[in-house]
């Protein structure tokens, strides 16, 4: 996402400039001729596994992280659940506070991977210009669509719904509108299985209205400082001088000047620039906080375990690692790096993420959650340039056996075979010695 609000930011700067020359009204710069689509899947996670299972349609349901264990963390739920209050990110025992009788399952990515294949196979019907966001997201460029198609833009929303709908059994929500900021805005207004149309004409009473965190490009802290400042809705933001927005936030701030005004431009990336997956990852909360560096090195281990497992999965391999710790006061950071090497090994992770923390970090209070991300993402199987120092025999041995724990995990259920480091971890929950363990079996 931050490369493409650079993008956007940098499309807009010229034409910001030329702007402060002429100093004409800025309607007169939105383009009218760009027709862009968000279609986003509601609830996806919770809507693949009712599709395996159809009798979970009838029952409030959560996929979990970490189902077995009363820690394991929300990611995604139907809409029954949601109904009692079950909200995605809390703890399966807060969830069943709020629902006992809350099913909760555990995700399988190779589902939801082969979902989202099949809904871009439908996208890519419509226009060849199509960029994921997530594996449940996409934006759509459909420029000029009235000629080749002979549809407007919300005619092919429809039909796009109605195609998701009944041939793969998920629904979609899309917004259509002339930028991808107000298109993603319209994916949100209106759920499950609905159109939005966002227009030149209607943006102001459509969105002005909304608290400012509903615009994409306005995160936490963003949202918080605009907050302190009295502005909460997106048309108090649009009233507030740009000069005012530049001094407090340097670039985003003449983005969001533009963005609210409908006058953001960022591209649909197509083919080659768009990566279908752009990260994968992993992140838990301590079962109680975690005070110096070696509680936070023992609890990488334990993340990186599962986020291997889930890269391997998606048959993907990192050549970064972002880190995100949350501290006890609930302050987020996030650090990330990129290497020289793609990895999609535990050990290896854990390493890595283990270096970035050491650098960045300065310890202020004890750390509540610590979440690790794989960045740059290539393909599990390709090829890649060893450098001089690394053993590439060894590295063989250690893809062999991974693949091999994985089929072990598989079969008699993820956490099956587990490093001797992870099973009496204070910290980290859900990892109970279980049937089968190989303790040394990572370290050979
Ligand atoms: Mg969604």
């Not at 198609?149 to 059994?169: N, Y």
């Not at 620039?273 to 109680?288: C, F, M, Q, T, Y």
């Not at 992870?422 to 370290?443: D, F, H, K, Q, S």
């Amino acid at each position: 996402m931050a490369v493409q609000l650079k993008n956007a930011g940098k499309v807009f700067h010229t034409h910001y400039a030329h702007r402060r020359e002429k100093r004409v009204g800025y309607d007169a710069h939105i383009n009218h001729e760009r027709v862009i689509l968000h279609s986003d899947c509601n609830s996806f996670y919770a809507s693949v596994e009712e599709l395996y299972d159809p009798d979970l349609r009838r029952v409030p349901l959560a996929v979990a992280g970490d189902p077995e264990t009363r820690h394991g963390i929300i990611l995604a739920k139907n809409q029954w659940a949601k109904m009692y209050g079950v909200a995605t990110g809390e703890a399966v025992w807060e969830a069943k506070q709020k629902c006992a009788n809350l099913v909760v399952v555990p995700p399988h990515y190779d589902w939801y991977m082969q979902m989202s294949r099949l809904c871009r196979r439908i996208y890519s019907d419509y226009t060849d210009r199509v960029e994921p966001m997530g594996m449940d997201e996409c934006f759509l460029d459909l420029t000029g669509c009235e000629r080749y198609l002979g549809k407007s833009g919300r005619e092919a929303a429809d039909e796009i719904r109605t195609r998701v709908r009944e041939e793969l059994g998920i629904t979609v929500s899309v917004g259509v509108s002339f930028n991808k900021v107000f298109a993603k805005l319209g994916s949100d207004l209106k759920k499950p299985d609905a159109t939005t149309e966002i227009t030149p004409d209607n943006f102001r009473e459509r969105i002005w209205g909304l608290p400012t965190d509903s615009m994409l490009g306005v995160g936490r802290a963003t949202y918080k400082k605009l907050r302190s400042a009295g502005v909460v809705t997106l048309g108090q933001l649009a009233a507030v001088p740009e000069e005012l927005l530049e001094a407090k936030f340097g670039k985003i701030g003449l983005w969001l000047w533009a963005a609210v005004r409908g006058l953001e431009r960022g591209e649909v990336a197509t083919g080659e620039e768009s990566l279908p997956i752009k990260s994968v990852g992993h992140s838990s909360n301590a079962l109680r906080d975690l005070e110096n560096d070696a509680e936070v090195w023992s609890f990488m281990l334990w993340i990186s375990q599962e986020l291997a497992y889930r890269m391997r999965k998606c048959g993907k391999k990192a050549y970064g690692i972002m880190v995100s710790v949350r501290e006890n006061d609930l302050s987020w950071y996030t650090y990330q790096k990129k290497f020289g090497s793609a990895t999609s090994n535990d050990a290896v992770i854990a390493e890595k993420a283990f270096e970035v923390f050491r650098e960045k970090h300065k310890w202020r209070c004890p750390l509540r959650s610590v979440g690790i991300h794989g960045i740059y993402l290539d393909e599990l199987d390709a090829p890649e340039q060893l450098t001089v120092s690394e053993d590439g025999e060894k590295r063989e041995r250690l893809e062999r056996l991974d693949r091999t724990l994985d089929e072990l995990n598989d079969a008699f259920g993820f956490g099956t075979v587990t490093r001797a480091a992870c099973i009496r971890n204070p910290c980290a929950p859900g990892m109970e010695l279980r049937e089968l363990v190989m303790p040394n079996a990572r370290y050979m």
